[in-house]
């Protein structure tokens, strides 16, 4: 948040715990990110070790584990036009600027 907030950039932050994305939404950005859905998940989050950690799911069913446990959606998601990146490491951010 402080890269784009230096770079003068405008943000909009969503926050997703409190309103959690669509399948929809989740599929467009995960298109621009260029991801499965496996690979946006916290895999260190507790939820996923308890509960889905030794799990096989189709991408459809793990865009229903992210809808309903948002909290297994990696963070922070930059989007900025068509592109998109996780900002892990924050540097990474700055390939959009």
């Known amino acids: 948040m402080e890269l784009l907030q230096r770079s003068g950039q ?10 959690p994305p669509t399948a ?5 950005v995960l298109q621009k990110l260029n991801m499965k859905p ?28 992210m809808v309903e446990n948002p909290v297994l959606i990696e963070r922070p998601i930059v989007l900025k036009g068509e592109k998109a990146v996780l900002g892990r490491p924050p540097e990474k951010v700055l390939e959009l600027l």
């Open 38 to 65: 496996e690979q946006l998940l916290r895999k260190g989050e507790a939820l996923y070790k308890e509960s889905f950690k030794d799990k096989t799911l189709t991408d459809e069913e793990w865009l229903k584990v």
């Open 10 to 19: 405008e943000v909009e932050v969503v926050e997703y715990l409190k309103k």
């Open 24 to 28: 929809a939404q989740l599929k467009a």
